[in-house]
């Protein structure tokens, strides 16, 4: 056997061998594709594309720690929500939710922690400077009051009541106190088509999950009642 065929032979093998040793790595590399999209999905609203409570609390306390003072916590919960699930199908109510969540997306920035808590309950935690506040919040209840466009043609009025807390304003940091008294600021404007800041006093008010009675008394921001 001349030198040539040996050649050839010697580099038949080596291409087989490192053809071979390429396919574990490119069934590895598709394997690791569908793990991060699984992962993905895991930590995603498949309604909304919203962050899901997990993912959506680790966010939200990196930019407090990185934003500090410069942060709002933002708590939304849908109004009239019940009525439109039972008087329209539960369709147009996935529809409203969905449309929530692309308004908070389009409103806060993808830097922003966008998170759908559990039913018609939202939070979002940005990084908002005093300066930009009441401007800001203003826009975002304009923003989802209005009105949305249903597959059929047929148009569903919809509101939502927003709080909102800020580390300068309450002294921490801490995302559940921050929380807590977004949501009730929430609830003392419920209805009421404006923004509520949330004072000192809402950190403690006795509070379930945030839902609570009395008007401990509220910057109110946004549309009219």
Same mark, same amino acid.
């Given at each position: 056997?001349?030198?040539?065929?040996?050649?050839?032979?010697?580099?038949?093998?080596?291409?087989?061998?490192?053809?071979?040793?390429?396919?574990?790595?490119?069934?590895?590399?598709?394997?690791?594709? $569908?793990?991060?999209?699984? &992962?993905? #999905?895991? +930590? =995603?609203?498949?309604?909304?594309?919203? !962050?899901? @409570?997990?993912?959506? %609390?680790?966010?939200?306390?990196?930019?407090?720690?990185?934003?500090?003072?410069?942060?709002?916590?933002?708590?939304?919960?849908?109004?009239?929500?019940?009525?439109?699930?039972?008087?329209?199908?539960?369709?147009?109510?996935?529809?409203?939710?969905?449309?929530?969540?692309?308004?908070?997306?389009?409103?806060?920035?993808?830097?922003?922690?966008?998170?759908?808590?559990?039913?018609?309950?939202? $939070?979002?935690?940005?990084? &908002?400077? #005093?300066? +930009? =506040?009441?401007?800001?919040?203003?826009? !975002?209840? @304009?923003?989802?009051? %209005?009105?949305?466009?249903?597959?059929?043609?047929?148009?569903?009025?919809?509101?939502?009541?927003?709080?909102?807390?800020?580390?300068?304003?309450?002294?921490?940091?801490?995302?559940?106190?921050?929380?807590?008294?977004?949501?009730?600021?929430?609830?003392?404007?419920?209805?009421?088509?404006?923004?509520?800041?949330?004072?000192?006093?809402?950190?403690?008010?006795?509070?379930?999950?945030?839902?609570?009675?009395?008007?401990?008394?509220? #910057?109110?921001?946004?549309?009219?009642?």
């Amino acid at each position: 056997m001349n030198s040539v065929p040996r050649h050839q032979a010697r580099f038949g093998q080596r291409a087989l061998l490192l053809t071979t040793a390429a396919l574990p790595l490119t069934g590895w590399a598709i394997h690791a594709a $569908a793990l991060h999209k699984q &992962l993905a #999905a895991t +930590r =995603r609203d498949p309604l909304t594309g919203l !962050l899901r @409570r997990d993912a959506y %609390t680790t966010r939200a306390r990196r930019i407090l720690a990185r934003h500090g003072d410069d942060v709002a916590v933002v708590m939304v919960d849908a109004d009239h929500f019940k009525q439109i699930n039972d008087g329209m199908g539960h369709e147009a109510g996935d529809t409203v939710l969905a449309s929530i969540g692309a308004r908070l997306t389009a409103w806060a920035g993808p830097p922003a922690a966008i998170g759908r808590l559990g039913g018609d309950e939202f $939070a979002v935690v940005l990084e &908002l400077g #005093a300066d +930009r =506040r009441r401007q800001r919040l203003e826009q !975002l209840v @304009r923003m989802l009051h %209005t009105p949305v466009t249903l597959t059929d043609g047929r148009t569903v009025s919809v509101a939502a009541s927003v709080g909102a807390a800020t580390p300068d304003t309450l002294g921490t940091r801490d995302l559940t106190t921050l929380q807590r008294a977004a949501d009730a600021a929430l609830y003392d404007g419920k209805h009421s088509g404006r923004a509520h800041l949330a004072t000192t006093a809402h950190t403690s008010l006795p509070s379930i999950n945030g839902r609570r009675s009395g008007r401990p008394g509220t #910057a109110a921001w946004g549309r009219a009642a």
